[in-house]
């Protein structure tokens, strides 16, 4: 079984600031991409330009791998989707990667993430986008943050 994960490095304001980091637990390790349509993305920009309390902005600078020498990153783009539930009341992530000429965003992890393993599924992942676009009233601090 892998151990994979992914630190996305954030940019921050000067040379001074500390490291921002989230660390993300891989979801696909041993098992089918999961994989969801390009269109969220311009769904969630169409989104923030109605609603100012949802933001996408570009501060991904470096996605690093952890945990196997032999996974070779392969994605032009990454987008990370930050959000909190009123429900929940905490805040999570969701990692994802748009490769070279594909048509579709991969869904590469999850934050935060606990030591046992994560059962995620393309259902669940569809589902809690639906959830985001359609009632963004139920979540605080959406953001798309972009590489």
């Known amino acids: 079984m892998n151990n994979i994960n992914y630190k996305v490095m ?7 600031d500390a490291e921002l980091a989230l660390t993300f637990r891989d979801i696909n390790s041993g098992k089918k991409e999961i994989t969801v349509p390009l269109k969220i ?3 969630f920009r169409i989104l923030s330009d109605k609603n100012p309390e949802i933001l996408v902005f570009q501060n991904i600078d470096d996605v690093l791998i952890t945990g196997n020498d032999s996974i070779v990153l392969d994605y032009v783009n990454y987008y990370v989707v930050l959000f909190k539930s009123k429900v ?3 805040k999570e992530a969701i990692l994802i990667g748009s490769g070279k000429n594909k048509n579709y965003l991969e869904i590469l992890g999850t934050w ?3 030591i046992e393993k994560i059962v995620i599924t393309k259902a669940h992942v569809l589902e809690l986008f639906d959830g ?3 009632n963004p009233k139920d979540y605080e601090h959406i953001c ?3 590489s």
Not at 10 to 16: K, L, P, S, T
Request: hydrophobic share 30%.
């Open 88 to 90: 929940k009341g905490k």
């Open 41 to 43: 993305l311009s769904d």
């Open 144 to 146: 798309l943050i972009t």
């Open 10 to 16: 954030f940019q921050g304001r000067n040379d001074e």
């Open 112 to 114: 935060p993430f606990n």
């Open 132 to 134: 985001i676009l359609n």
